[in-house]
């Protein structure tokens, strides 16, 4: 079963720019809490950035603020990620996150419940 699916990764050189959205599937309730983890070769699963029902509640990892932006469309049910300013150690697979759970935004992936496949991302210095 496909959770979600993740687009706008690609290849890009230090400070240039992407922007990832996601798109639920298959679901018959509203997503209140989205957000999205990456993963790069050898390491753990790591928070990047999360977003609320209402869209003004944002929380991001140290490492993005400031460079990255999250925000949602709920007419679409979609999650975007708007990547500026890129660093070669943002290099990483992807993931966007949902729940349908009325809970605070959390760093925690055990917090989420439905997954997309990833989206590769790679920053060349």
């Known amino acids: 079963q496909v959770q979600a699916v993740e687009s706008g990764g690609g290849l890009v050189q230090a400070g240039g720019s992407l922007r990832l959205s996601c798109a639920p599937s298959g679901r018959s309730f509203s997503s209140l809490v989205m957000g999205w983890f990456r993963q790069a070769p050898g390491k753990e699963r790591e928070f990047v950035a999360a977003i609320g029902w209402s869209g003004g509640n944002t929380i991001y990892a140290h490492s993005v603020k400031g460079r990255f932006t999250i925000s949602r469309d709920n007419a679409k049910n979609t999650v975007n990620l708007q990547m500026n300013s890129l660093k070669p150690e943002d290099t990483a697979v992807y993931y966007c996150?949902?729940?349908?759970?009325?809970?605070?935004?959390?760093?925690?992936?055990?917090?989420?419940?439905?997954w997309g496949q990833g989206t590769q991302v790679t920053v060349s210095s």
């Open positions: 996150t949902t729940d349908y759970r009325d809970q605070p935004l959390s760093v925690m992936p055990e917090r989420y419940t439905y």
